[in-house]
């Protein structure tokens, strides 16, 4: 799995289809993922993840199951 080299600026969920927007500080990378990919995205790459996603990390509904 790639992920973008750049910080994440904002994550949010959509409250009726469940697909997850990523805005990083490079709009280039900016992209929504799909509920089952958000789901192996943070089973197969937590580790990846969590470097990018430090700044908003303080959130942790991100990161429960
Ligand atoms: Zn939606």
Redesign the pocket.
Known sequence: MNLPNSPVKKIYE??????VSIKFWDSHYDRTYSKEEWRVILEEGLQALKKILRPVSEDPKFFTN
């Open positions: 959509c409250r009726s289809c469940g697909h």
